[in-house]
């Protein structure tokens, strides 16, 4: 009710996605160049495909994320900071001043194309598949979601993961992964199972986590291509998964796991996948077409409000 009477005409709740598209089609016809989120990573991926599809790629709004969804793995990188009417109040402030965008954090969209010209893009800011698929599914069981909060969640679905990795029946499966065609730049990377594979925009994740690395030729340190897809691919059966992991998740690449075939990480503009299972984008499962071909690709440079 507060944020309503402070915003007035300027306060949305579209309710349903189709909704959500025409509000965002509606601001761009009245060339509004802030959008304040107030949601999770499935939300902001709706707003920042609207965005993609109705505002000129020289005219992005600034986009102020709130987070108050199930996932908010973005805004652990671009969040504003402030949540509820302080932030509004701060919102407020900054545009009385004429100073909406003094302190941003530039990022640039994750944009999934399918290889079907009538099928409209969508735009996130992480991508994922194989292992981390499965994962996310074992998360959206109602067993998962109707008993536990979204943080105890995790946990549970963190668990169910490492159980799955370790029984002898299900574990032959998941570390065989999915059949995977990976192509970066337009040069084949790798052809075969894939166990998992990551690509985000953002340059940071929770807890110090960064399991992404520059290849040969391609730089020292993520700030130095920050702006481009970072990518992890890791193959099937891959050896020393448990030492991977535990480096990976302190964010430490080791030299024997740069130097090991089945993990290739980078940094890159424009990837093809080619695959028959889904895919998880921002937390939302999805298909990857009839014939399995999708694209990544980055936008331009959003500007995100930092408080």
Excluded at 211 to 224: K, L, R, T, V
Excluded at 287 to 304: C, E, H, K
Aim: charge should be neutral.
């Amino acid at each position: 009710m507060m944020a309503r009477q402070s915003l007035g005409d300027n306060f949305l709740t579209p309710r349903a996605p189709d909704e959500l598209v025409n509000t965002v089609a509606d601001l761009a016809r009245r060339n509004v160049q802030c959008i304040v989120v107030d949601g999770g990573d499935g939300t902001l991926s709706h707003v920042l495909s609207a965005v993609h599809h109705y505002y000129r790629p020289d005219n992005l709004p600034a986009i102020a994320i709130l987070p108050s969804g199930n996932t908010n793995l973005i805004a652990g990188d671009v969040g504003f900071g402030l949540r509820g009417m302080e932030a509004l109040s701060r919102l407020n402030h900054l545009a009385a001043g004429g100073d909406m965008r003094r302190n941003i954090r530039r990022r640039r969209g994750l944009v999934v194309s399918w290889s079907d010209p009538q099928r409209l893009p969508v735009v996130g800011m992480f991508h994922g598949g194989g292992a981390f698929r499965r994962g996310i599914e074992l998360a959206h069981q109602p067993a998962i979601l109707d008993r536990y909060s979204h943080e105890m969640a995790v946990i549970v679905t963190l668990c169910s993961s490492i159980a799955h990795l370790l029984s002898r029946r299900s574990r032959q499966e998941w570390l065989h992964g999915d059949q995977v065609a990976v192509t970066v730049e337009d040069i084949p990377r790798r052809n075969g199972a894939c166990f998992l594979f990551l690509a985000t925009t953002l340059q940071k994740l929770p807890h110090g986590v960064w399991p992404f690395w520059q290849g040969q030729g391609q730089g020292q340190g993520h700030d130095s291509h920050g702006d481009g897809i970072w990518y992890l691919d890791v193959a099937g059966g891959p050896p020393r998964l448990t030492g991977a992991v535990m480096s990976l998740l302190r964010g430490r690449v080791p030299t024997w796991l740069r130097r090991n075939a089945a993990y290739d990480s980078g940094c890159a503009r424009r990837i093809r996948l080619e695959m028959k299972e889904d895919f998880v984008l921002d937390g939302e499962v999805m298909d990857s077409g009839p014939d399995g071909v999708t694209y990544l690709s980055a936008t331009p440079p959003i500007d995100f409000i930092q408080a």
